[in-house]
Structure formats: structure tokens, C-alpha cells
């Protein structure tokens, strides 16, 4: 990287927040095409091109070494392109299964509907144990050879992955019991 990137940056750290502008005009760009690549949409490269930048300025202390400004700029784009593509993933699951409840009204959903929802915007890691342990009816040692993994990280990501339902669904449950109060 070049002697001015580390200079705009260490300018930022130094308290001139303006010149975070040169950096972001030097890879704007770039980034925008890096982006549009990975998420296949201009809109969604944009918004998520500022999102990297307004962190990439947030989190510019975290920066070991300011020469290497564009290659840490781009595993931020690449983080938040995957939170991008999850999101996406997920609004169009919600959008199917709200599909088929409008094509269908006399039919009824799973009664597990918000297990099954609160499972589906579970982590991968999590949602995948998750998945062998109930769905799959593995038993742990059996997700911790399957998935290459010690038992012990296996039960903790279970543990982990149980109160992160827990809370999903009781969220859930006050988001439904302050519609019904409305």
C-alpha cells in the first residue's frame, strides 16, 4: 500500500476525521465493484459500501497496521456483504412461507412455525447443530464426528444455540402479545 493511506489514516487516529474522506475517495470505487460482485445488485453494493466505510471509520483504532488500510477495508466488505446476503436469504424465506399462508388460508402452518423461524436465523454453526441434534436426531457424539469437532464444542454450541431460541421466541412472543394489545 502506498505512504498516503497510512498517513490519512494515522491523520484520522490523530483527531482530523476529514481527511478519512482522501481514503474514501481514493477506494470508493473499488470498493463499489468489489462489492456489486459479491452481492450481484448496484443498490445493494451501494448501501452496503457505505455501511463498510461508516465502520471501516468507527473501528479505524483496531487497525494494526495502516499500511495495509485496503486489505482490512476489504474484509469489512467482505463481513458485511455476507450479513447483506443473509439478510436477503432470510427476507425471502419469510417471503415464501408468507406466500404460501396467502395462497392457502384454510391451511394451517406448522405449529412450530416460530421454532422453525427463530432456527432459520440462527448462525450457520449454530443452526446446523441444531439441525443434526433435533431434525436429524443425532445424538452429539455422533454432530461431533460427522461435523469434525471435539464433543465438548459440540454441547456448547448446543447450550448457546438453545438460549439464543429462547431468547428468539420470547421476542417473538411480546411481538405478537403487543399486536394483540393494539
Known sequence: MSETDK???ERCLDGHPDDFRFVVRRYQAVLLAHLAGKLGDRDRA??????TLVRAYFNMAKLKKPD?????????????????????????QKEIVRSFSEEAPGTELSQDYALETAIAELPEAYRQVILLRYYGQHPCNKI??????????VTKTLSRAYAMLRQSLNQQAQTELHEVEK
Open 7 to 9: 498517513y490519512y489514516v
Open 68 to 92: 495495509s488500510f485496503f486489505s482490512w477495508l476489504l474484509g469489512i466488505a467482505d463481513r458485511v456483504a455476507k450479513e447483506h446476503q443473509r439478510k436477503e436469504q432470510l427476507r425471502r
Open 144 to 153: 461431533a464426528e460427522r461435523l469434525s469437532m471435539p464433543l465438548g464444542t
Open 46 to 51: 451501494e448501501e452496503a459500501a457505505q455501511e
